[in-house]
């Protein structure tokens, strides 16, 4: 989200909060978790409707049709995975603003740049599996700052993912059904 827009979102909720009689919230802004709750949800959604209107209606209808694939560039006819689309989306963030970072991460990850790096990220990641549903919040100090990180479960929404996860010549886990957490996504705010 851009910098005017995520100022507009704190504005708007700070008058709304003040509207209610809470001068206390009014002053301090938005939480942590609220802040990164909200980006998820943009981010669940984006990432979600890629999967299910776009990357579920490519691939094997013809010669001509465009596929989805892990090496789209080199094809003719390829179109980026929706893990890389989201790739893609955190990179042109990081490159507009400091404000917060997201990626996504597995335990069980393809391609190793989206393994856990950090303990905590690490702890999150576990926490999503073993506790379906659930979003998990911790705090880390990093190069000497203080970041709220928060790591949400990324579940497997269609059969094309599952099918190319669990026949990936590099992935670690073979056996993922509709529903599973396969990964998470991990968003994180300097304090």
Known sequence: MKKAAMIGVVVASSMLLSACG???????????????DSLFAVMKADR????KL????LGPQ????IKPHEYWEDLDNGAPLPAQMFRFGAEAVADMTTDFAYSLQSIWPINPQNAPKTPLEKEGLQFIVDNPGK???GEEDLGGVTYYT???????????????HNAHKDSPRTDFEMGDVMGGVVIRVPL
């Open 22 to 36: 809470d001068e206390q919230a009014a002053t301090t802004g938005i939480s942590p978790q609220k802040y990164t």
């Open 62 to 65: 013809g010669a001509d049709a």
């Open 150 to 164: 928060a790591v949400y479960p990324d579940v497997a929404v269609a059969t094309p993912c599952i099918a190319c």
């Open 48 to 51: 979600t409707n890629y999967t």
């Open 54 to 57: 776009i990357i579920k209606r």
């Open 135 to 137: 979003n998990f919040y």
